[in-house]
């Protein structure tokens, strides 16, 4: 993964808002007229927040009437894992070598 997209996914991570909102995904879809009464933004806070959410693929939209209604994407929630995973694991071929060493 490059790190543009690297830097996408952990970006939906930082903002408190954003922990929030997924937070209330983990119990279902909701619709983002209960994300705004749960969270207390405005309506275009919560959009900023969401695009973001979505552009890094960790939630996806469906869209119904007027509203959409959002959920937790499995698919980007493991994408997300992945990404720590090979961000934090260490490389075998220089784990015992010195940051010094030639």
């Not at 869209?63 to 934090?88: D, F, P, R």
Request: glycine letters at 4%; hydrophobic letters at 35%; a positive charge.
């Amino acid at each position: 993964m490059d790190e543009k997209k690297t830097a996408v996914i952990f970006k939906a991570f930082c903002d408190e808002n954003r922990i929030r909102i997924i937070k209330l995904l983990r119990s279902g879809e909701k619709c983002a007229c209960k994300l705004l009464e749960e969270i207390n933004v405005t309506q275009p806070t919560l959009s900023h927040h969401m695009k973001i959410l979505c552009d890094a693929e960790i939630v996806v939209g469906r869209k119904e009437g007027k509203w959409t209604h959002y959920s937790i994407s499995k698919k980007g929630v493991e994408q997300a894992k992945e990404c720590l995973q090979l961000l934090t694991a260490l490389d075998a071929e220089c784990e015992n070598k010195s940051c010094c060493e030639k």
